[in-house]
């Protein structure tokens, strides 16, 4: 600690210039392909010049910073003087600098998912899948978001990684409990987080949209089930019921924002595999990622997890 770093990083988010004893500064959230960090751009009595620093980037923009490597609360964090730093935006980048990606091929996986859509036989859920993963427009969207912002999966990709391993998780419990309706088992499991190709954007960054953050995608989800199966002729009312539960309740509980919770076998499996490959993503990042020579850390999301 206490070096100094001079790199590219894409802004994340922006704090409004506050006063401090020694004249004015902001916060500012900054993040690469690696993760994330905060910076602390400490100004001296002229708020207008610090105003016009803060003023001259936005967020999504991408800035050069030069700064001092801190630690706060077992963190990593920058600091800038503007006597000995700066934060300047820069105009041209690789966006791929800034964005991480599934460690998994694209590719791979999209040939894996159309597998799994063409396993299907029953008819209307196979035109609704086709009516999805049949455009190549949003396959492509498909393919390239992300599952989230933070919690899990949060790369290009990520979406279509975390709905395979959904899949895979309940295709094994399906041989399990061979009453279970496979083939609504997978319709579902491919399409639960559908609506996530409409709640987040992935620029410099991976932002929330405005729709998201109105509506979530479990809601934008539901919708977009619902206007395909319109569409489909002769489409039969309970599987269609069946269909759109399975997105509603796919977060389990009211309190982890499902407006439904799951009341038949199929939407209750969806919703543990969704849950399971959440938190075990989650576990092995967070272990993966942990920069200590203790045996252990702590996370808001998971608490106390055990390293060796």
């Excluded at 919703?271 to 075990?280: E, G, T, V, W």
Aim: aromatic letters at 10%.
């Amino acid at each position: 600690m206490g070096g100094t770093a001079s790199s590219l990083f894409s802004v994340k988010y922006k704090r409004p210039v506050t006063e401090y004893k020694k004249g004015w500064r902001f916060v500012v959230g900054l993040s690469d392909k690696t993760g994330e960090i905060e910076c602390n751009f400490w100004g001296g009595a002229d708020k207008a010049a610090v105003e016009r620093v803060f003023g001259s980037f936005k967020e999504g923009d991408v800035v050069r910073v030069s700064a001092t490597v801190g630690d706060f609360d077992g963190k990593q964090k920058l600091d800038i003087d503007p006597q000995r730093g700066s934060i300047e935006r820069v105009g041209e980048f690789d966006t791929a600098d800034f964005v991480p990606i599934s460690k998994r091929e694209i590719a791979e996986m999209r040939t894996e998912l159309l597998e799994a859509v063409r396993s299907v036989q029953n008819p209307f859920l196979r035109k609704l899948l086709d009516s999805f993963f049949g455009d190549k427009k949003f396959l492509d969207e498909f393919c390239n978001s992300p599952g989230a912002i933070y919690y899990h999966h949060a790369w290009v990709g990520g979406l279509m990684e975390h709905s395979l391993h959904v899949y895979r998780i309940c295709m094994t419990a399906c041989d399990i409990y061979p009453s279970i309706d496979r083939e609504l088992v997978t319709t579902a499991a491919l399409l639960h987080d559908v609506g996530k190709t409409r709640e987040f954007s992935v620029t410099t960054n991976i932002r929330q949209t405005e729709e998201g953050m109105l509506c979530g995608h479990i809601t934008m989800g539901a919708e977009m089930v619902s206007e395909k199966i319109k569409a489909i002729a002769g489409f039969p009312e309970v599987l269609k019921m069946k269909m759109v539960h399975c997105v509603l309740s796919h977060h389990g509980q009211l309190e982890y924002g499902a407006p439904k919770e799951p009341q038949f076998p199929e939407a209750s499996l969806v919703f543990h595999a969704d849950m399971l490959d959440a938190k075990i993503d989650q576990f092995v990042k967070t272990r993966d990622d942990a920069k200590t020579e203790d045996f252990r850390i702590w996370t808001k999301s998971l608490g106390d997890i055990y390293l060796k």
